[in-house]
């Protein structure tokens, strides 16, 4: 007599690649959602191209630049290396700039690094989605009066972006937001790309597919997600799903249209409550993580900054990493060592990247919090909730 399949319980997991979006995030409908994004905000979205990836993207911003005359990129030494790979296939001259205990860009550094005037740019990224120090925008202010391009990595910070401060303009959309592809690129008309080179523009291109092959195999993976997070007893079936569409993205440098499937989940998302609800998040997770011993929160949220983490400094986040693990938090380490940068100084070990993001709530953050505190209070300890 064979008796009713085992009840599999949901797994209460935090972190890792997003699943398919919840409809309580498809609020584009409801009175005094947002329909223009903030990325572009006031600005004429007629400037913006969409692409595949943030490596797409940036390999627009390089084509441009090239083209222009510019061949030294000034950029953190702290960073990860797809930041500046089109920049290292094509052989430019990439110059690291010292960063803080912070991870914020030394404006000193940057005086002293800028080059010949029309040759250089300036990578700025405002990691974890902090606003840009008033002494570090002023020097970047000066670059540009001496001759450089700025140009802003917003894959942090696209969710409120700071407009003003860079010539040029980009984000990966898929770090924040549950998007199978996506990135945009905004140019100044004095730095448009030579023909060829990408015909994205901001409306739904023709030219773009519905579905782009990374596409189809990220919505897979997300769906399975879905299955593994509601107890469907298959043993993590979208991992290699993420894996594969993740390597095909690394292959694919040359631009191409953003899918028209996550075009049109792009326009429908309620990122005003996306926003808030990282803002809630975060401002949880850093209140119950004041006084933890051996715990330093980084990036304390800031009135206005909506976080994509929350970026912790422990004595050894590796292992601090490996325990919540174990306990279903995948928080990432940002970021590896870089192989294609020159490092004047060991990379530290000592940062971890604490998912606040929007699936999550308040309640999440608190059991979270218990957890690194019993992690670095008692690193041997049994899971307190």
Not at 20 to 28: A, E, M, R, Y
Not at 52 to 67: D, F, H, I, M, T
Not at 361 to 382: K, T
Request: glycine fraction near 8%.
């Amino acid at each position: 007599m064979t008796g009713a399949p085992p009840v599999v319980a949901p797994r209460w997991e935090i972190g890792g690649d997003f699943e398919t979006v919840t409809p309580d995030l498809l609020g584009h409908h409801r009175l005094g959602a947002q329909r223009t994004p903030p990325w572009v905000g006031a600005d004429d979205d007629r400037r913006y191209r969409y692409v595949e990836s943030g490596r797409q993207a940036l390999a627009v911003v390089e084509a441009a630049l090239r083209a222009s005359g510019f061949t030294r990129l000034l950029v953190p030494e702290y960073l990860c290396d797809s930041m500046v790979q089109p920049f290292a296939v094509a052989g430019w001259q990439l110059v690291p700039v010292p960063v803080d205990a912070d991870l914020q860009v030394v404006p000193a550094g940057v005086a002293a690094a800028l080059g010949p005037a029309r040759t250089t740019a300036v990578l700025h990224a405002a990691y974890f989605g902090r606003p840009t120090p008033a002494a570090l925008r002023a020097q970047l202010r000066v670059a540009q009066d001496h001759g450089a391009v700025v140009v802003a990595d917003e894959t942090h910070l696209a969710l409120a972006p700071e407009h003003g401060i860079a010539d040029i303009r980009m984000a990966s959309l898929r770090k924040l937001l549950p998007v199978a592809d996506g990135a945009y690129v905004r140019l100044p008309p004095e730095l448009e790309p030579p023909t060829g080179v990408v015909d994205v523009q901001s409306g739904m291109s023709a030219a773009a597919p519905e579905d782009n092959g990374v596409t189809r195999i990220r919505t897979a993976a997300m769906v399975a997600k879905v299955g593994h997070l509601g107890g469907d007893g298959k043993d993590r079936a979208h991992l290699p799903l993420f894996t594969a569409a993740e390597e095909l993205v690394e292959t694919r440098t040359a631009p191409r249209p953003m899918s028209r499937a996550s075009r049109r989940l792009l326009a429908q998302l309620d990122l005003a409550t996306v926003a808030r609800r990282r803002q809630d998040n975060a401002a949880a997770l850093a209140g119950a993580l004041t006084g933890v011993p051996g715990c330093r929160v980084v990036t304390p949220p800031t009135a206005g900054s909506v976080p994509s983490h929350l970026l912790l400094q422990v004595e050894d986040a590796p292992a601090l990493q490996r325990a919540l693990a174990a306990t279903g938090v995948f928080c990432p380490r940002h970021w590896p060592p870089s192989e294609l940068v020159p490092q004047r100084r060991p990379w530290p070990t000592c940062y971890l990247s604490v998912p606040v993001d929007q699936r999550y709530e308040p309640a999440d953050m608190m059991c979270v919090a218990r957890l690194i505190a019993g992690a670095l209070i008692h690193p041997a300890g049994g899971d307190p909730r």
